[in-house]
C-alpha cells in the first residue's frame, strides 16, 4: 500500500470498459445482508454515487464499507481512498480480509483530490473511490457521479454528520453510528426506495 499514488491511472481499453457496465448492472454487497435486502440492486449501487454521513472523525463510514472493499480487492479489483482522515493500518486490513496489494491511499495532496478520485472512477481503473470530504468544502458531486457513471465504479463520498441538510445528488445516502445495539445505517434517500429505513447492524 502506497501513502501516494500517480496521478495518471491506466486507461482501460472501450472493450474491456464495456465488460465492466456488463457486470455492473447490479449492485454490489453491502456485506450486511440486513442492508443489502433495503437496496434497490441489493447493495451499493453500481455506476452511481454514496454519500456517507458519520461523525467529523469517527471510522463508522470505514467500517460499514469494509466487507464490500475486501470483496472486490479479493477479485483483483483495485480501491482508492483520497484524504482519509487516518493511514489505515494495512495489518489491521488484512484482518477484515482486504488484500492491500490492490488498496492505494492518496494523502496530503488536497489539489489533486477531487481531479484524481474523477480520473480513477471515469476510467474504470478502480472499482471504488473513498473519498472524504473536508468539512469546508463541498465536493463536486454531480462530477464524481458522471465519472462513476462512465467507468462502471462506485463513488462514496465521506462527510461529516452535520453537513446533512446540504443538498446532494447522491444516489444513495446514509447516516451512520454507533450506539449499544451496533451501527446504526439511516438510509436518509435512495433512488428506488420511497421512504427513509433504518437497520441496526451488529459489530
Known sequence: MSATFAQTPIRRTNAALMQ???R??????????QLDVLLPGGGWPAGGLTEILNARGSIDAMSLLLPALAALTHVARRVVL??????PSVQNLRQHGIRSEF???????AQADRWSAEQYLRTGCAAAVLLWAH???APRSREL???????ASHAFVIRDIDQAQQIS?????????RDQLGMTVNVLRCRGLHKPATVILPV
Open 103 to 109: 488498496l492505494h491511499v492518496i494523502k496530503n495532496e
Open 169 to 177: 445528488p447522491a444516489d444513495l445516502r446514509v447516516a451512520v453510528g
Open 20 to 22: 465492466i457496465h456488463a
Open 24 to 33: 455492473a448492472r447490479d449492485g454490489l454487497s453491502t456485506g450486511w445482508p
Open 82 to 87: 483520497i484524504e482519509p482522515p487516518t493511514l
Open 135 to 137: 468539512p469546508n468544502d
Open 145 to 151: 457521479q458522471q465519472a462513476a457513471a462512465a467507468g
